[in-house]
């Protein structure tokens, strides 16, 4: 389901009626999941292909001294690869970066990857609203920010922020999600973007990936 | 004439007004912070920015020129403080069984600790080199560059709560001992033993701006570089090559690497997992 779409639909469709304006295209994603986060992202991250040409950056909420089992357990299932950020890493397209327990994951302008220690923001660390805003910034329209299951609010004025900046929001269902609570403290900020089913996420991005690689396609004169 | 503004990203303009409030700091001040993680920096700004509700980036700017009691607030601000004891126990565990014995081997240990904040990763590393029979030959030089955490470190108090998470990182750490032993509390708060000061010597030295500290035998460094860029993290993992002796242990937070740096050939891993590595020459 969309909701809200036209407006940006009718910007968009006027922006590529102008050949001098390039549509937006996504370079990257980032999610936000908290409880119900494993089963999540077990039926979303192995549903993607190796070739996807968008990265993705993960904020799993977890106790502060899990260790990267989930990670690792994910990455074995996946065809694209799965890891936890390193700090100052450069963002690669099949790639999905999992912010490391206890440490905030921002993203720099250069799309680079920093942690940090600072205090827990709406006591998460890592928290989601800290990797939604500075992505924000490193990524303007080329962002999309999900928001899936979990039992807080975090998330929620990130996904305000992206979509402030240009970018895309999805928010999972609440009537699939685990636990609604995030989905809907989102729903709640954000005034236009996509709700899917959890089925429907892996689909979509793969969607999104696609059109991106066309229009890079089409943009650069390839076919 | 019609110029037209390439509109890339929304938050370009305010991007260029926080370079220039750093360069304010710098050029006013000599506190530079000019290669510090941009993105961490601008979230400390745009906070006090809305704490002390100015309009814009330039007021503050305008604010920080004028008022130098500003400046302070700010370097609160900008020089993240979280620390712990027995931080990643993990990694003292590592300390115990990889560095002591080679400290061990040592006359007389001096270790420089750099970013030493409110000083619990010192009382952490004095707890145990005591245990380890190697506290009365050593003296650890704990620095930071903000005066105000040092005040806290010298002073040696924790509010009670903290305590007990610490007692559990300290006993995960390898640690045996009845913690409490380390220190005398009240109803509010824990003060560390005189005798774990007595072999630290706490100093204000800037790892962007002030020298090398010479001969260390081992340099600790947690939780520092991670808020610099790449460029910054050479510049400062350089000034540990110089401050080492041959064989000096050099130990970095848990998602600090040299690896990808210009000193990476410098040194050997002694811990991969636990970041400790060894000077070569
Ligand atoms: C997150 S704390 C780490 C504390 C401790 N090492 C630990 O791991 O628990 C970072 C510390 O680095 C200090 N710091 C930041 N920039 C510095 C610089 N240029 N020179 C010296 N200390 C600095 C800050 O003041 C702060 O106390």
Not at chain 1, 88 to 112: C, S, W
Not at chain 2, 80 to 93: H, K, Q, V
Not at chain 2, 237 to 260: A, M, N
Request: glycine fraction near 6%; hydrophobic fraction near 40%.
């Amino acid at each position: 389901m969309t909701f809200g779409a036209s407006r940006q639909k009718k910007k968009y469709m006027k922006k590529n009626n102008k050949n001098s304006v390039r549509a937006p295209f996504y370079k990257a994603i980032v999610v936000g999941v908290s409880a119900g986060g494993f089963e999540a992202l077990n039926t979303i991250l192995p549903a993607l292909p190796a070739d996807l040409t968008l990265a993705l950056l993960i904020v799993q909420h977890r106790p502060a001294d899990a260790d990267s089992y989930m990670t690792e357990s994910l990455n074995k299932k996946c065809a694209i690869t799965v890891k936890e950020a390193d700090e100052k890493e450069l963002i690669m397209p099949g790639v999905a970066y999992m912010a490391p327990a206890n440490y905030h994951m921002l993203v720099e302008l250069e799309r680079t990857i920093s942690l940090s220690t600072s205090p827990p923001v709406g006591y998460s660390r890592p928290s989601i609203n800290v990797l939604f805003e500075t992505a924000a910034d490193a990524y303007g329209a080329e962002l999309v920010g999900m928001v899936l299951t979990g039992a807080n609010s975090d998330g929620a004025h990130g996904l305000k922020v992206i979509v402030e900046h240009g970018g895309l929001a999805v928010v999972e269902d609440p009537e699939s999600a685990a636990e609604k609570n995030m989905p809907l403290a989102a729903l709640k900020c954000v005034k236009r973007g996509h709700v899917l089913r959890l089925e429907q996420i892996a689909p979509f991005i793969s969607k999104l990936a696609l059109e991106a690689e066309q229009r890079e396609n089409f943009n650069t004169g390839k076919t | 004439m019609v110029i037209s503004v390439k509109k890339s990203r929304p938050t370009e303009g305010e991007d260029i007004e926080i370079g220039l409030l750093i360069e304010a700091l710098y050029q006013r001040y000599g506190y530079d912070f000019r290669d510090y993680s941009r993105a961490s920096v601008k979230r400390r700004i745009m906070r006090r920015l809305s704490l002390d509700g100015f309009a814009n980036i330039s007021q503050m700017q305008h604010r920080l020129l004028e008022d130098a009691e500003f400046v302070d607030t700010l370097l609160q601000d900008l020089s993240i403080n979280t620390t712990e004891m027995f931080r990643d126990p993990d990694f003292y565990m590592a300390l115990r069984k990889k560095a002591v014995p080679l400290l061990k081997t040592y006359p007389s240990i001096k270790i420089w600790l750099a970013g030493c904040s409110t000083g619990e990763e010192v009382y952490s590393t004095a707890i145990l080199l005591s245990e380890e029979g190697l506290y009365k030959k050593s003296i650890i030089y704990a620095t930071d560059f903000n005066d105000h955490v040092l005040k806290k470190a010298k002073a040696g108090i924790l509010p009670i709560e903290v305590m007990r998470g610490f007692t559990s990182n300290y006993q995960q750490g390898g640690g045996e001992e009845e913690f409490s032993k380390y220190y005398i509390s009240d109803k509010r708060s824990v003060i560390m033993r005189g005798a774990l000061k007595k072999n630290i010597v706490f100093a204000n030295h800037n790892l962007v701006t002030d020298g090398v500290f010479g001969e260390m035998n081992m340099i600790v460094c947690r939780n520092v570089l991670i808020y610099f860029n790449r460029r910054l993290q050479n510049r400062v993992l350089s000034l540990f090559t110089e401050s080492l002796v041959r064989k000096g242990l050099l130990c970095l937070g848990s998602k600090e690497t040299i690896d990808f740096s210009e000193s990476a050939h410098d040194f050997r891993s002694i811990s991969a997992k636990e970041k400790i590595y060894e000077k070569k020459q």
